[in-house]
């Protein structure tokens, strides 16, 4: 029975036709029918191809639009890109800041804060592949590239 809804849920979502909510409802359908099939939740869980289409949609609308301009709501500040309106607020408005637990350093991103870990405290160095440089990021590592290697 479990492996007949399975194939019936591929259906649903190979069907081009019907929008990304019919395809949720028809595979909830399919699934609560399905007697073999218990959930640890009220909310059974979506094939992941469906889940997949979701993320896209989230992802799209999270995207920069080309001069677009989003404005902070608390004071004069102007991002190019939601996520960075996103992170001003988080350090400047609710003051959430990233310490690292070996030193000093403050951050206000979670990556800012993975970046130093590895380049101080981990050591971690980024090798150029066509000399013996070795760099403290992929960023500057790059960089590097460009200028000695490419002109």
Sequence with gaps: VEEQSLTQAVDIQNDDFKSFDEKVSEVNKVNKNDSEISY????????????EE????????NEPKPGKKYPCDQCDYIAKQPAHLKIHKESIH??????????????????HLKNHKDRIHRGIRHPCDECDYTSPSVRSLSLHKKVQHQG
Excluded at 40 to 51: G, M, N
Excluded at 54 to 61: A, G, I, P
């Design 54 to 61: 979701k993320s896209k949609k989230k992802k799209q609308n």
């Design 40 to 51: 640890l939740t009220d909310s059974p869980v979506l094939p992941a191809q469906v889940c």
């Design 94 to 111: 609710e003051g959430i800041m990233y310490s690292c637990d070996e030193c000093d350093y403050v951050a206000t991103r979670k990556t």
